[in-house]
């Protein structure tokens, strides 16, 4: 999609403005909830271990997409003034990158969760510092690859139906942007996905034997699922049919329902545990407490 000084096609000034609006609510929802895991693991000690150095780069991760779902809220707000995506064509480019780096970032840290659980659990040994910094070195690096090849010609970055924010260009549908979309596919959603799910099953498998408390296996592989697999169908529709049969409209849904992946990630890994959720508190209240002897 080409900048205009026109509003996109198929929406109306106050739709622009709804989009605008469901994203700001969620990127400061997901940069909130992030931000406390990230102090946590920061301003608590005890949080500093292998196993939450992996929660801590899915924050870090989660964070990334929410500041991109920020950007777009603000792209979206100004648009209706300006009528025009207000940074360009570079700056398209580099959001495009961001919002991959950190979205396949995403992905791939909550499979390495999921495969440190398994491994704390199954083999009641501590993950290793040095396999918990490998595997979030692998995690970005990986993700910069990736998300780089778009920039050197295999794929390509634009604009969403609405002009607000950038990714894959799907529109083309040709053969550069079939291949990388299914080789990038494979790597980086189906793979981390099986990860995922085989972990946590195992890991479940293992507790009914002992008769520990049983672990949800479902919720994380349902939370890819749920937040990157509108985009899998759409990038898989792509490849197959001229994608402009659908509605922009139904192009954004995507977008929105992927921005919510932060949220989410937080309330399940971070959030919804004890000792995270008592380094949050511990946090809170240190400031609170150093607010009130200010006072």
């Not at 909830?33 to 000690?45: A, D, E, Q, R, V």
């Not at 993950?127 to 070195?137: D, E, F, G, K, P």
């Not at 299914?182 to 008769?211: C, D, H, W």
């Not at 989410?264 to 008592?278: F, K, Q």
Request: aromatic fraction near 12%; glycine fraction near 8%; hydrophobic fraction near 45%.
């Amino acid at each position: 999609m080409a900048e205009s000084g026109s509003l996109p096609t198929g929406f109306g000034e106050l739709e622009v403005l709804a989009v605008g609006m469901v994203l700001l609510v969620e990127a400061l929802t997901g940069l909130c909830l992030n931000s406390l895991t990230i102090l946590s693991f920061c301003k608590t000690p005890e949080l500093r271990t292998p196993t939450h150095l992996l929660v801590l780069s899915l924050a870090l991760a989660d964070s990334g997409i929410s500041l991109n779902a920020l950007v777009a809220a603000t792209s979206s707000l100004l648009r209706v003034s300006h009528r025009r995506w207000p940074y360009g064509s570079n700056g398209c480019q580099a959001h495009g990158f961001q919002g991959f780096v950190t979205a396949l970032a995403s992905i791939c840290s909550s499979a390495a969760i999921a495969w440190g659980r398994y491994h704390h659990y199954c083999s009641r040994s501590q993950l290793a510092w040095n396999t918990a910094i490998s595997l979030v070195i692998c995690v970005w690096l990986s993700s910069a690859f990736w998300a780089a090849l778009p920039l050197l010609g295999w794929g390509h970055y634009d604009y969403e139906p609405l002009g607000t924010c950038c990714t894959l260009d799907y529109s083309r549908g040709d053969r550069n942007f079939t291949s990388f979309l299914f080789t990038m596919a494979f790597f980086n959603f189906f793979v981390p996905l099986f990860i995922t799910f085989i972990s946590y099953r195992l890991m479940e498998q293992k507790l009914r034997k002992t008769g520990h408390l049983q672990v949800n296996t479902t919720l994380p592989a349902r939370t890819l699922l749920f937040g990157w697999g509108p985009y899998a169908l759409l990038y898989l529709y792509a490849t197959i049919a001229d994608v402009s049969s659908i509605s922009p409209k139904l192009q954004m849904v995507p977008a929105l329902v992927a921005k919510t992946v932060p949220t989410i990630n937080a309330i399940n890994y971070a959030l919804g545990g004890e000792m995270v959720h008592r380094g949050i508190w511990q946090c809170l209240s240190h400031q609170g407490s150093g607010l009130d002897r200010a006072r």
